[in-house]
């Protein structure tokens, strides 16, 4: 009897350990072992590896072939340089294999990062061919065809074309170099203050690298666009050259971010000036002291005269000037500036208006290695804005799109949110600069206006975490970030079941569920913090919990949440429409006329463009005090829905990560009531209209939610 039990609690154990081994650190890159079914049809199709070019890029792929079959079928594939065998061939155009393949025409219109992956007979013999016109090409196509193999595509008669939409895909890292992270919520910075040994950060730098990789992102920004003037100096650079190193056979440049007074702060002149000479020779001899230990490296990140940031008009200058100064001491080694457009003044009447009003009368002044980054929205990375006017507005310059993947105003790394639905709504959206279907996608991808220099930015989620990014729901945002970034048009659902296959597991009894949590996830967040177009209601300064009552001795108005949703007795919204700020009008035909208009203004974006009395009828009846009341209300009721899914697919994954996710699932509905009472009792004092009877009661009361003390240490 002992030993039975002895036994039962063995194989208990063992089951458990089996399970309890994932810390999410290998992100989507677990590669995990493949049915028998699959198992087959690869070492039947694929017994082999050709790949007979020695570049670094070229080795990097080969590299990522044999990883992954360790996990996938568990040993490597022999590495051989004929084809006596069924083989997976990593070719460029460059090697004589692509003529001997008849693959010639294939790969003739191929661009730089585009690649093909085809499967040919000869004799009788099967070949797995990724080619690509470069050895990024190559890279980018292996990541694809492994993703391919894990989601379960069949190896049989592929043939696939790739490029990518926009040229530049980068991440911005808001590290700071004391190591610590401006919005970050996994832990401090990966890159910087400290303390191991380089080949030991090495190893995971080129993870970091890898999962660019998988998704096509080929650019990071070591640094915060609050950048510390230090960052140009000799030992910084040299980090960036070690990075610039390790990132290098992944096809990843690296940019910094730029202070605009360093020229007087690190160089010791009277002026920053951008049109003075000193100034401009200060750059260069800096630019040419970076590029000659990276020769490769990729720009400057300017934040310039945006929340207190120096910047060319402290000396009367415009964004222009200073973008161009900078872009011309850049150009001989074709690097770029990425110059944002987040700027707005105090006292500006609306500040949803200022970009616009500051940049579009430049449209035509940038010279054409200065690309303008302009946020998602007009405001600032909330969980819903329209998109920013400045896209189609601005048709000369070119302009790229900044999306946020940290969660500053999503709920840190403690909430679900799977943003790609909230990008995807920005990216379709159709802006009409040049008739219907000139989309954001559009008019930032290069095609509307006939640019050739695009690109996308998204602010990085890492942090030095286990799991690199807290929550491991969070990674997928990164991994939908490149996946977007490479094509705008896939869909969040195809992205999130990709996501879920390679994270998790494959069993769709798990993975369509948690697909539906991901899509969900995102509109429940905008509901229980501000839905109907409403937007800034968070505390002022950690911008986690809700303070719609916020205010603050000195702090500039629109800083706080009662110059978003101008709240009183008469109603609720910022009127942006024509008889507000007009800030509407920054947007072409038939678009304005719709936001202005309030019967046809999206309801869910109501209150950004208008202000309405709480008695409003809804287009499905209700007053607008119950619509604002039942949407909090459906945002906690999601939150519930997506822990009881989660609870009930304990046993599909690992033990450690499904706690993980399960605990963070807890406080997320916690913090999900806490948002709701916050905001209906609040709003309530002005309403003074009843929570219709079936709802239940709030869980808080008003003066004890004042008195709730966000604790940031709990987020990190
Ligand atoms: O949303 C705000 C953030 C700041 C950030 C700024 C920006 C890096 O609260 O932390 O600064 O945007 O985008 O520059």
Redesign the pocket.
Known sequence: MKSNVFLFVTVLLLLAFDTVAETGEKLWLRYATLDDSRKTEFVSTIETLVMNESGPVMMAAADEVQRACEGLIGTRLPKVSDLTKNALILVTSKSPLINKLNLADDVKDLGRESYIIKTIQVKGRHYMVVAGSSEAGVLYGTFELLRMIQTGASLKDVNVVEAPKYQLRVLNH?DNLDGTV??GYAGYSIWWNRTEPFDQLKRKYIDYARANASVGINGAVLN???ANPQVLTDGYIRQFARIADVLRPYNIKVYMSINFSSPVILGGLQTSDPLNEKVIEWWKMKVAEIYKIIPDFGGFLV?AN??G?PGPQDFGRTHADGANMLARVLKPYEGVVMW?A?VYAAGHDDRAGQAYSEFVPLDSAFDDNVIIQV?NGPI??QPREPFSPMFGAMQNASVML?F?ITQ??LGFSTHLAYLSTMWKETLDADTYAKGTGSTVAKATDGTLFNHTLSAIAG?SNIGRDVNWTGHHFAQANWYAFGRLSWNHQLSSDQIAREWVIQTFTEDPDFVDPVVEVMMRSREAVVNYMTPLGLHHLMGWNH?HGPEPWCTVEGARPDWLPSYYHRASEDGIGFDRSSTGSNSVNQYFSPVKDLYNNVSTCPENLLLWFHHLPWDYRMHNGQTLWNELVYKYYDGVGEVRYFQKEWDRLEGYVDHQRFSDVQYKLKLQTREAIWWRDACVLYFQTFSKRPIPAELERPIYDLEELKEIKFEMTNHN
């Open positions: 808001w401006e919005r915060n666009v609050n934040k945006s929340e940031q944002r987040f946020k600032d990375f900044e946020q500053e105003y602010v911008h």
